[in-house]
C-alpha cells in the first residue's frame, strides 16, 4: 500500500512538472504552540505538553492554474516534552517529514491569501529523559491552514501562515517496546518564497 501511494505521488509531481513551467520555491520556519504528544503503551495512555517546538520547511511548488498550486515539501520539527507535575523536561521529540504540498490562492496577485495543506511520510523518534535508549518509528503526517504572502523584492516574496499539525506513528525501542504516539499542535510559520 505504502508503495501504491509513492509511486502515485511521484508520478503526479512529474506530470505536474512536465505541465508547469517554471517552480517557486520556498524556505519557512514554524513555531509550534499550544501542542500535546499523546501516547499508548501496554494499555496505559499518557498525555503531555511540548514546548520549544521549533522546525524548518522547504517546499517546491507548480502552478497547475491560477490558483492551485502542488509540488512537495520537507520539514524537520523538533520539541521538549513536558511532563505535569515536573520541574524537569520528559524528553525530546524529532520528526522529519516528506510527502506533498498544495496551495489554494483565494486572492492571486501582488498580495496573495491562501488556504495550503501537506500530507506524507514521517520519520519520528522520541527520547524520553532517563530511558536507555530513543524510540523510533515512522508515520504519517497531515498539515492544514492558512496564509498570506506579499513580494519584498524582485522575484522574492515574504509568506507566513497559521497552520494545524498532525503525527501518528508507531515507535519501537532496542528492548521491543512498542509506543503508539500521536503529536497534534498548531504552528505559526514565517519564509521566503523565490
Known amino acids: 500500500m505504502n508503495r501504491l501511494i509513492t509511486s502515485a505521488a511521484a508520478l503526479l509531481l512529474l506530470t505536474t512538472a512536465a505541465q508547469a513551467q517554471r517552480p517557486k520555491f520556498s524556505i519557512q520556519g514554524a513555531f509550534g504552540f499550544n501542542g500535546t504528544i499523546d501516547s499508548e503503551a501496554g494499555g496505559q495512555s499518557n498525555d503531555e505538553d ?5 522546525g524548518l520547511m522547504a517546499s517546491i511548488e507548480f502552478q497547475l492554474s491560477k490558483e492551485f498550486r502542488l509540488g512537495g515539501r520537507l520539514a524537520y520539527n523538533g520539541a521538549s516534552v513536558d511532563v505535569e507535575g515536573s520541574s524537569q523536561s520528559g524528553g525530546d521529540v524529532t520528526a522529519l517529514d516528506a510527502g506533498l504540498w498544495a496551495r489554494f490562492v483565494f486572492l492571486p496577485g501582488k498580495f496573495e491569501a491562501f488556504g495550503a495543506g501537506g500530507l506524507g511520510f514521517s520519520s ?19 498539515l492544514a491552514g492558512v496564509g498570506a504572502s506579499f513580494p519584498v523584492a524582485q522575484g522574492l516574496r515574504a509568506t507566513g501562515g497559521l497552520y494545524y499539525m498532525i503525527h501518528n506513528a508507531d515507535l519501537e525501542a532496542d528492548g521491543g517496546t512498542e509506543v503508539a504516539v500521536s503529536l497534534n499542535r498548531a504552528l505559526l510559520m514565517a519564509g521566503v518564497m523565490f
Open 50 to 54: 511540548l514546548e520549544s517546538d521549533l
Open 124 to 142: 519520528l523518534t522520541l527520547n524520553p529523559e532517563g530511558a536507555g535508549s530513543d524510540l523510533e518509528g515512522t508515520g504519517f503526517h497531515f
